[in-house]
């Protein structure tokens, strides 16, 4: 029982009460504004110039390719995780949006003077993108595996 509020939390057939299926919800929130957050930083730096001390200093690499691959991973980490569809259309969908939000993003810094277009920036957003499509359909393909062994009846 719940302290505070007086609630048991049960479980009825594999189905969880109204209290844990809140914090699902609240999770799930949480990653909405997470993501947003996400994107909105992503845009920021990408058309802020580039600063070689202080905050905005945020190159690790000469080229920043490996900033460019890991936030592109992440951000389509964020996208699947707060629809949660297990599609292979739906996830590739999902790969799609970030992809042509890092071209659009790319793109703009062509007029941007303090800001340099380079195509292998894209690159490496679809890099880190397509990684994480790959870890995705893996562990899709082990679930499966892993399902089928357990499930199978025993002949």
């Known amino acids: 029982m719940n302290e505070k509020s007086g609630q048991t ?4 057939k ?3 009460s109204s209290g844990i299926r809140y914090l699902h919800m609240n999770s799930k929130c949480v990653m909405k504004i997470a993501f947003i957050i996400w994107m909105m930083a992503i845009t920021v730096l990408s058309v802020l110039p580039h600063s070689d001390k202080g905050i905005l200093s945020y190159k690790l690499t000469g080229s ?8 592109y991973f992440v951000a389509a980490g964020l996208m699947y995780w707060i629809n949660r569809r297990d599609s292979i259309p739906f996830i590739l ?3 799609l949006i970030i992809f042509m939000f ?3 993003l790319e793109s703009v810094q062509l ?11 894209i690159a490496a957003n679809a890099g880190g993108i397509v990684l994480f ?11 499966k595996i892993k ?7 025993v002949k």
């Open 9 to 12: 939390l049960t479980f009825n």
């Open 102 to 104: 890092s071209v659009i």
């Open 111 to 121: 007029w941007l003077p303090a800001r340099t277009f380079n195509p292998l920036d």
């Open 14 to 16: 594999g189905k969880v």
């Open 93 to 95: 969908f999902c790969g």
């Open 133 to 143: 499509i790959l870890l995705w359909a893996g562990d899709q393909r082990f679930v």
């Open 147 to 153: 399902r089928n062994v357990f499930d199978s009846p």
């Open 64 to 71: 920043g390719m490996f900033i460019h691959f890991v936030v």
